[in-house]
């Protein structure tokens, strides 16, 4: 591989791909998910799950990138004849996925110009999503991601040195003012503590799925990324120890998000079990009685660190199509780049208007937004995973993958084990995922119906 398409440093692989993990997933889904689930049963779940599930399939899809040296789904044939179709799923997935999870990141581009701007977040967040302003900052985002992942490995690793430790400090930040609030015990006991939610509902079955499903969206499984990313790391990187820490880290984050969020939340008597408008609605009223200027300087290091964490993910997302358009369509990065973004953009633009302009437009009960999150997350992301699970244990041999691991850690001595993981325990958790995805959405069809 040219040596403009590897890593520089292991520091510098390491926080890309912390950074690629390290997103929305953490600062914006888990604490909500937390939230509506129970708090520390949820928690306790999510740690088993980050290592029943996360870390072996992280490890199976970073020494498949480097033992391949290509995309996705390149890789994915080197295997088999016919895997290419589990490469393709990811890439297909992470195009997708990125069209709505840029309309996120423009959200919270207009609160940090809101608070830099009024010192105070939108007035109305329901309006303001609903909204065509949406679409301008859902293209503000994109261009940034595009800027960034056109300059290539080089520009993604300098990139990601300084937004993930900045990251980190600006969450301790919001951390200590948050603790330090009057009745912030309480937001650390339902996060640490076998207790109920506030609402009153606690841990169910459903919370299982919950957090399975969870751990997928986190670590960016079945995306394509880390296989992407796998394939730009020379031999001598240590696998293991390395998806040991880009799940710590990952994990780590999104507790110290939970630290952030629940305090404040409790503190203010704020519903913890909100859903997914919890940083957009909750956190600007638990801002605004900070009062001025506490409020709109912790609202703006805040946001600003869901922008660092959400453009890192993105960037990973991007580089996962760019890097198959590369390779196998033979286009150069300054073609594929662009193109691939201005796609992605017109694809998002539906699930701006989803909630005003085109919020008439419903499939089953989803309107377009929750509809492309609903074909990657219950059919695009599991049946990578299944159809991962099923070439590479079980048509090919999943030892050569063990090996590659050992390249760069010889004293890896659990490849058994890892094998057993890939072929028998990660489909089942797969499949529960898969299973309870498929119950949900009948029952938001019979709802609608």
């Known amino acids: 591989m040219p040596k403009q398409n590897q890593w520089t440093s292991r520091l510098g ?16 889904k888990f604490p909500y998910l937390m939230g509506r689930n129970g708090g520390f049963p949820f928690l306790i779940a999510y740690l088993i799950f980050i290592v029943l599930l996360g870390v072996p399939v992280m490890m199976l899809e970073m020494s498949l990138g480097r033992y391949s040296g290509k995309d996705p789904v390149s890789s994915y044939k080197k295997v088999h004849p016919r895997a290419g179709i589990a490469g393709f799923t990811g890439v297909l997935a992470a195009f997708i996925i990125l069209s709505y999870y840029s309309v996120i990141g423009g959200w919270i581009l207009k609160y940090i110009f809101s608070y830099l ?123 293991p120890r390395s998806c040991l820490n880009v799940a710590a880290m990952d994990t780590s984050l999104a507790v110290l998000a939970g630290i952030a969020i629940f305090p404040a939340v409790f503190s203010f008597g704020e519903d913890a079990g909100q859903g997914p408008s919890l940083i957009f609605s909750t956190l600007p009223k638990v801002f605004e009685k900070l009062g001025t200027p506490a409020g709109p300087v912790f609202a703006v290091i805040f946001f600003i660190l869901v922008f660092f964490a959400a453009i890192t993910s993105a960037i990973a997302l991007l580089e996962v199509t760019a890097s198959y358009v590369t390779q196998n369509w033979k286009w150069s990065r300054k073609k594929a780049v662009p193109a691939i973004g201005f796609s992605t953009f017109l694809l998002g633009v539906p699930s701006c208007l989803a909630f005003g302009a085109l919020s008439w437009f419903t499939i089953a009960g989803y ?59 990660t489909p089942v958790l797969i499949l529960i995922v898969t299973i309870s995805g498929f119950i949900t959405i009948y029952q938001t069809v019979s709802a609608a119906g």
């Open 13 to 28: 692989f390491l926080l890309a791909a912390a950074g690629a993990a390290i997103g929305l997933g953490n600062l914006w």
């Open 117 to 239: 701007t009024t010192f105070s977040a939108p007035a109305n967040f329901d309006a303001f999503k609903a909204s065509p302003e949406t679409v301008l900052w859902h293209f503000l985002f994109m261009a940034a991601t595009a800027l960034i992942c056109l300059r290539g490995v080089g520009a993604i690793e300098k990139a990601s040195k300084f937004m993930m430790p900045t990251l980190f400090v600006c969450l301790l930040a919001v951390i200590i003012r948050s603790v330090t609030l009057p009745g912030a015990l309480e937001g650390l006991q339902f996060m640490f503590t076998p207790s109920a939610s506030q609402d009153g509902s606690g841990f169910s079955l459903s919370s299982v799925s919950a957090a399975l499903g969870q751990v997928f969206y986190s670590l960016s499984l079945c995306m394509g990324i880390t296989i992407t990313y796998g394939s730009y790391l020379n031999k001598k990187e240590n696998i």
């Open 367 to 425: 309107n377009f937004f929750d509809l492309v999150g609903l074909l990657t997350d219950n059919i695009l992301l599991p049946l990578g995973g299944l159809l991962m699970c099923w070439f590479i244990g079980w048509k090919w041999n999943p030892g050569i993958l063990a090996d590659e691991m050992k390249e760069g850690a010889p004293r890896f001595r659990l490849g058994k084990a890892w094998v057993l993981c890939i072929r028998y325990l």
